[in-house]
C-alpha cells in the first residue's frame, strides 16, 4: 500500500512541509479549515494511529507539540487545536488546526481556498519559529 502521505514523504508529490525529521513529517493540509492548518505524520506508513509502536507514537506526538508552538508563535489564534480522524487517507496522521472557538475544528464547514504564494509563506512562518 502506498498513501498519497508515503508520496509526498518519498518526495514523489509536493507538500508545503513545515517541519521534518528522521521519522516525522509536517506539512500544510492543502483543503485546510484555518491558515496554519498543519498534518504531523509518521514517515513509515501505518494505518491505524494506535496501532502504532509506544517508542513512534510518543515521538509523533512530540514532534507534533513542537510544530504545535511554532504555529501558535506564527498564526493569530487561541489555541491550536488537535484532531485524530483516520479515515480519510490509511496513514496515521494529526491534524493541528489553529482555532479561537470549539467551532473551528469542524471539519464540514467549507475548506479554505488559498494561493500557491500563501501557501509557500505560511509555510515558510511556521517553520521559522521551529
Known sequence: MSTIF???VAGD?????????????AF??????????TLVIPKKEKDY????????YQGLFLFA?????????????E????????????HAHI????????YDIDFKKPKLKLSEEEFKMIAERIASKM
Open 6 to 8: 508515503s508520496k509526498i
Open 13 to 25: 508529490i509536493p507538500a508545503y512541509k513545515v517541519a521534518e525529521d528522521d521519522n516525522f513529517l
Open 28 to 37: 500544510l493540509d492543502i483543503n485546510p479549515l484555518a491558515k496554519g492548518h
Open 49 to 56: 494511529i494506535f496501532d502504532i509502536e509506544d517508542e513512534e
Open 65 to 77: 507539540k513542537k510544530v504545535a508552538i511554532s504555529i501558535k508563535k506564527s498564526i493569530q489564534c
Open 79 to 90: 489555541k491550536v487545536g488537535i484532531a485524530v480522524l483516520g479515515l480519510e487517507v490509511a
Open 95 to 102: 491534524h493541528l488546526v489553529p482555532i479561537n472557538s470549539i
